[in-house]
């Protein structure tokens, strides 16, 4: 007979064990539910100040989300405890993730606004970067007048420390030199102050006796600050080292938003010759604009010499550069010089070691047809007052040719990628207000879906049919010039006054030039001026995010190869500066296309309030629109959640990993899993 009891208290056990299980998980939702909510988001308070909107361009060129607060605006934001945070779904939110303030406290002594940031910070675990402050104990440093400095920092040589390696500025190379571009003008000021308990100096400098602290972490009362110690903007070089350390320390490794230090070369009209520049005459005969010119016209042209050093310069520097060429107006200037062009067969040789771009075929303008018998130019009109636009059907054999051409000769290039000569075809202000309307129905013949444009005329990119433009950097290395000299000569002639024998155009356009204070000596002002100034230039576009290509023109790399020394500038300077973790990205212009396209719409949705960003613990959410690819910046190790799974997240870079990312097949947002 069956024991009842024992039965009873078998299904007793069980019942409890079920109990048990369903207990479980209800203290687990419990406990998560108290883990709160940091939405990816920094808020910026701005006094107006240059430090204040440098770390706010940094933000908005890398894509990292934002609210700011102008502190001098009526009827702004109070910032209190419901400013800062709420709950969402019955769990606590942090609204912002970090917290840039224009110094330690810019509201005053005793403000319930700074008590409320205070509460925040230590009740979520948020950071604050300091903008610009002076040395003191509030903000962990000895004053300065206890083994410190204040003053004027042109040209100081400063340092990142072992701990700036190991934490935030691990991607730099170690050291960082502030401007010093001109000895007449005070470039920048800042403080220099000894550690005190709770500070870990993150970039120092000597001072008398040692070393003192510009840039490190205060850690005091249960929050973190970053503290700054000097002013700058956004365009000085010591900030745009650091600017993304100071990003990355503030969100804690994750954000929204990715960065990389792009340079990409282009150089036109490979295999046609460039008009001479004329020191007599101040102008390029050849050109319709100059005046006396007719019969004193000289080209410039590379050798194959010149090619073979092309190559073998770009394996020196392990750098890459794209050659756009027009392989007709090399063609007709083979049959005027003897049927034979050594530089051409050199560099079809050569055709693996460089990228290849489509320059047209024999670079003719490609808008209106050109009235050229007054100065400026004019577009010719048809009897019923309409302009003549060069024909769909002309257009798209200038294209279709130069890509057969190049067939032909086992040349690789990207069929979707298009430059034409001297941008035209697209508007060309004041003259030609509008695209040439045959110019996208050629682009389409053709496939070409990336059109190269002007950044100096159009920064921003656009629709030209179904292509869009890719807008390019001129660099001030003269297409009509193959010395130095000519270089230099030119220069004088634009940036000086006529009192000194110049164009004077620097005079009647103050707003957009300056003049030279007096023209630079022909045989040393190109290697010693115009060099260091297009660099600097340069450099600031490669340590901006900017993934926009700088062109050139054939040339340059011809007779005395005016580009390299420019080149050789940017590259060994980068390569001091940084890591090795941290290379340049050489990218074609499709990828660079595909980069300003993906920023636009992803700047577009974050500013509509389309994105959803957050972390609960060791999970990432991110929730855009569909078709959004999103930039995400992750510590090392982050895994991306898969339908069944998950994988490695991103590429490394700088320290950490990031990519543009959406959400996998059947997934509706994208899950990071962190360390």
């Known amino acids: 007979m069956v024991n009842k009891n024992r039965m009873n208290r078998a299904a007793a056990a069980m019942a409890a064990a ?98 409320a940031l205070t509460a925040y910070e230590t009740t979520y675990g948020i950071r604050q970067v300091d903008a610009y ?190 050659m756009l060429f027009n392989a007709g107006a090399g063609e007709e200037w083979k049959a005027e010089n003897g049927g034979t062009d050594a530089m051409t067969a050199q560099l079809v040789a050569d055709r693996a070691k460089f990228r290849w771009m489509n320059h047209t075929y024999t670079h003719p303008f490609l808008g209106c047809v050109q009235d050229t018998s007054a100065n400026p130019w004019a577009c010719t009109k048809n009897a019923q007052g309409a302009t003549n636009w060069m024909s769909r059907a002309d257009i798209s054999a200038q294209i279709r040719d130069n890509n057969n051409w190049a067939a032909a000769k086992g040349i690789t290039l990207d069929r979707s990628e298009l430059v034409t000569g001297e941008h035209s075809g697209l508007k060309t202000l004041p003259q030609q207000p509008q695209d040439n309307p045959n110019l996208a129905g050629a682009l389409a013949d053709n496939g070409v879906k990336w059109a190269g444009s002007d950044n100096s005329r159009e920064p921003d990119q656009r629709a030209v049919g179904a292509a869009l433009t890719v807008p390019r950097h001129p660099m001030n290395v003269y297409y009509n010039t193959g010395t130095n000299a000519e270089m230099a000569d030119e220069y004088n002639w634009i940036y000086t006054s006529r009192a000194d024998g110049g164009s004077g155009v620097c005079e009647d356009n103050p707003a957009t030039s300056t003049c030279l204070p007096a023209p630079l000596d022909t045989n040393t002002g190109y290697l010693n001026y115009i060099v260091p100034a297009e660099a600097r230039t340069a450099m600031r576009h490669v340590l901006a995010n900017d993934p926009r290509p700088h062109y050139v023109h054939q040339s340059n790399l011809a007779e005395d190869r005016t580009l390299y020394p420019v080149l050789n500038q940017v590259l060994d300077t980068y390569r001091a500066l940084y890591a090795p973790s941290a290379p340049i990205v050489n990218q074609s212009m499709k990828d660079t296309g595909v980069e300003l396209q993906r920023r636009a719409a992803w700047n577009k949705a974050v500013a509509d309030g389309k994105v959803t960003a957050y972390k609960i613990g060791k999970d990432v959410v991110v929730k855009a629109p569909s078709g959004v690819v999103a930039p995400v910046t992750a510590p090392n190790g982050t895994k991306k959640q898969l339908l069944l799974g998950t994988a490695d997240f991103g590429t490394a870079y700088a320290g950490n990993r990031s990519a543009w990312t959406a959400p996998e097949v059947l997934q509706s947002q994208v899950t990071l899993k962190l360390l």
């Open 18 to 115: 079920a109990l048990m299980s369903v207990a479980v998980p209800a203290a687990t939702a419990q406990a998560a539910a108290a883990t709160p909510r940091i939405d990816l988001k920094v808020l910026v308070v701005d006094d107006g100040g240059s430090s204040v909107g440098a770390i706010t361009a940094q933000l908005k060129d890398t894509g990292v989300p934002y609210t700011r607060v102008d502190l001098g605006a009526s009827g702004r934001p109070v910032i209190d405890a419901a400013f800062l945070a709420d709950t969402v779904d019955g769990r606590p939110r942090a609204k912002y993730q970090g917290v840039v303030l224009p110094n330690e406290n810019p509201f005053g002594q005793g403000s319930a606004e700074m008590a």
């Open 133 to 322: 402050t002076w040395a003191h104990p509030g903000v962990g440093l000895e004053y300065t007048d206890n083994g410190g400095y204040s003053g004027q920092l042109d040209g100081t040589q400063a340092a990142v420390t072992a701990a700036g390696k190991a934490g935030p500025f691990g991607y730099l190379g170690g050291q960082v030199t502030f401007e010093d571009n001109s000895a007449m003008v005070p470039e920048s000021y800042g403080f220099m102050g000894k550690p005190r308990t709770g500070y870990t100096s993150y970039l120092d400098a000597p001072v008398t006796g040692g070393r003192a602290s510009l840039v490190g972490e205060y850690t005091h009362d249960g929050r973190s600050e970053l503290v700054v110690t000097f002013g700058y903007n956004q365009y000085q070089q010591q900030f745009r080292l650091l600017a993304r350390g100071i990003v990355d320390w503030l969100t804690q490794g994750v954000h929204l938003g990715q960065e990389r230090s792009y340079f990409a070369v282009h150089v036109d009209d490979v295999f046609a010759p460039d008009a001479r520049w004329s020191k007599e005459l101040n102008c390029t005969p050849g050109d319709y604009a100059c005046a006396g010119g007719e019969g004193k016209e000289s080209t410039i042209r590379m050798t194959a010499a010149d090619a073979q050093y092309a190559a073998q310069w770009q394996t020196s520097k392990n750098f890459k550069l794209d």
